[in-house]
């Protein structure tokens, strides 16, 4: 069982050390789920000599007013020999075997956290003391209750101490020794009103009865001891500590206990509970029940340490790495944040993620259905088709074929298909800026540093701009080559249907009659037709190879180019996280630090047994 309490030392000073003693804050704490005993008391209730009596040594700061300013953490260590000697948590690796010079370095530290002033705070000092006339136990020791502030306090002093003794001692995990003068009346005592407060069944609470040896002639604490008068579920425990006079003699603690002892066996009121008196039973008392209440709790703690690890991971993974302070680093925490973006993107257009489809969409229905809003057949309608045919002849009418007015009829209605072409580059464009959109929000790399998040987005934007610009020369480029070059092949077919149909002998002027325009008109359509069949298929291609395939080939290369060329100050600026997030990211590795190593030491605990 020595082990569970060594265990809990370790983790309340790995708590310490990682910024965690069960202040309010937004970070789960482990220090609140480990049993620990806070001894409580007003002043001048013989609180610190109890501990002393424990300890069996003269080490905590005596003086008028508040004394106890920072909880002290006391961690009892029983080992073999004869040399005994104390350790703060703080000074590392420096052994005190002069217990005065203890007692000054509390007062020291206390004041390095709160001044010269006499103000309080909840950060608590950790103090080890090893020796052979101790039991492993950990008490934590609390400020005095007052009920008025000295002078040089504020005058929230009173309620502020009271905040902090309930903050600890309201945890159903804490073990509370009410320490209360056996020469006042109970009913008065702070310890005990405010035990009562917050563990009312007495289920959490040792009451320890000091100055029994002061009491009135005539009088005892009979009832008290015997639990007639206050019952808790644990037998009360008196206590006789050294006097002033004693104290200020240098009376030795270990004849101290002999004669505390000694009065308990031989006072009559007392003798029958002598077996159960005194300051060596109520360290033996306490430690064998918090060794207990430890080994009740392990399973739970362990279960707790578990599930909060993985919350911490979680988060840490949700905030990102730390920015690097190198040049070197910045640049490749940057270019990694935008290969993932890139990746992301990739994954848009090649439907691993949504949104892609939206590209096939325009080729698929979109075109085609601008395509077939043209109307060709109105534009090469019966007045149309005279009025260029006619306008192609000049001064002198055709021989033959109406060569020029044909290509007239032909260039005016292939011109047409360069909106629906341009359409098509523009929709496609914006299809591409909305997966930028989309990639940067599903980049959680990006939330991180606000500033990269606008550059990287620019850069895209840009790039796409310069993509829809080649895609428009490309694709436009392609209907102008319809517009410029007639299938010959197509037309050759013309005397064959004039062999067919018609009579080459007619005159020229009947040349212009309706059936003729008509049957210009049906061929200059067909041709039409057969050259938008093919710029259907051609517009999505050029569209693809220009903007779809350029967006995944080289989205980022001109930002990687301007990138190469800024200096460690303008990289930083592009990782400018948020003061906040830096904050909460180291908070939450020191707590994931402080959870993975009470995982190990439970860990050890358990393999030992």
């Not at 050390?17 to 970070?27: F, R, V």
């Not at 029940?289 to 709790?297: D, F, G, W, Y």
């Not at 279960?303 to 840490?316: F, H, M, Y």
């Not at 088709?385 to 007239?408: M, N, S, W």
Request: net charge neutral; glycine share 6%.
């Amino acid at each position: 069982m020595e082990s569970l309490i060594s265990l809990v030392n370790k983790l309340q000073r790995a708590c310490t050390a990682l910024g965690d003693h069960g202040e309010e804050s937004a970070l789960p704490t482990l220090w609140d789920s480990l049993p620990a005993i806070a001894v409580v008391g007003g002043q001048s209730s013989g609180k610190s000599s109890v501990l002393e009596s424990i300890v069996g040594k003269d080490f905590l700061p005596r003086g008028s007013g508040i004394v106890t300013r920072r909880p002290l953490v006391l961690q009892l260590h029983k080992i073999d020999g004869e040399r005994e000697y104390a350790e703060f948590m703080h000074l590392p690796r420096k052994r005190f075997t002069d217990f005065a010079l203890v007692r000054k370095e509390i007062s020291d530290e206390t004041d390095r956290e709160t001044g010269r002033s006499k103000q309080i705070s909840p950060v608590p000092i950790h103090l080890s003391i090893y020796s052979p006339n101790v039991v492993n136990l950990t008490l934590v020791d609390l400020p005095g209750l007052t009920k008025v502030a000295v002078e040089g306090q504020p005058d929230s002093i009173v309620a502020d101490i009271e905040n902090m003794v309930r903050s600890y001692i309201e945890k159903p995990n804490c073990i509370i020794l009410a320490i209360s003068p056996a020469n006042q009346d109970l009913a008065t005592s702070d310890a005990i009103k405010i035990s009562r407060e917050v563990d009312p069944k007495g289920e959490r609470t040792f009451g320890v009865l000091t100055k029994i040896d002061l009491m009135d002639k005539g009088t005892d604490a009979v009832d008290i001891l015997e639990g007639k008068s206050y019952r808790l579920q644990y037998p009360w425990i008196g206590v006789v500590n050294r006097s002033q006079a004693d104290i200020n003699k240098n009376v030795d603690m270990i004849a101290a206990r002999r004669r505390e002892r000694d009065y308990f066996a031989s006072t009559p009121e007392y003798k029958h509970l002598a077996h159960r008196m005194g300051s060596e039973h109520l360290g033996k008392v306490l430690s064998k029940h918090l060794e207990q209440v430890i080994k009740s709790r392990i399973p739970g703690i362990q279960s707790l340490i578990s599930k909060t690890v993985a919350e911490l991971e979680g988060e840490l993974s949700r905030l990102g790495k730390p920015i690097a302070a190198d040049a070197g680093g910045k640049l490749y925490a940057i270019m990694e944040i935008c290969r993932i973006f890139d990746q992301i993107y990739k994954e848009h257009l090649d439907g691993v993620r949504p949104g892609g489809e939206k590209v096939y969409n325009v080729f698929d229905a979109q075109l085609p259905a601008a395509l077939k809003r043209l109307q060709f057949d109105k534009q090469l309608s019966m007045e149309n088709v005279r009025k260029l045919i006619t306008e192609a002849d000049g001064y002198q009418p055709h021989l033959i074929a109406p060569e020029q007015g044909y290509r007239r009829l032909i260039e005016s209605s292939l011109v047409s298909i360069r909106g629906p072409a341009e359409a098509a580059v523009d929709t496609v464009h914006a299809i591409l800026k909305e997966l930028v959109h989309k990639a940067v929000n599903e980049t959680l790399e990006l939330k991180q540093y606000p500033t990269l998040r606008v550059e990287v987005g620019n850069a895209a934007f840009e790039s796409l701009e310069r993509m829809r610009e080649e895609s428009r020369k490309a694709t436009l480029k392609l209907v102008d080559m319809e517009c410029s070059y007639l299938t010959v092949d197509f037309f050759r077919k013309l005397p064959q249907d004039i062999e067919k149909g018609g009579n080459p002998t007619l005159s020229i002027f009947d040349r212009y009659n309706d059936s003729y325009l008509r049957r210009i008109g049906t061929t200059v359509l067909a041709y039409v037709n057969m050259v938008c069949s093919s710029l259907r298929n051609s517009i999505p291609k050029s569209i693809v190879y220009c903007q779809v395939r350029e967006a995944k080939r080289s989205l980022l290369d001109h930002f990687f180019t301007e990138l190469g060329k800024k200096e460690t100050k303008q990289l930083g600026s592009l990782l400018d996280e948020d003061p906040a997030i830096m904050e909460r990211r180291t908070a939450l590795a020191k707590r994931l630090e402080l959870y993975r190593s009470a995982q190990a030491e439970i860990d050890a605990v358990a393999w030992a047994k």
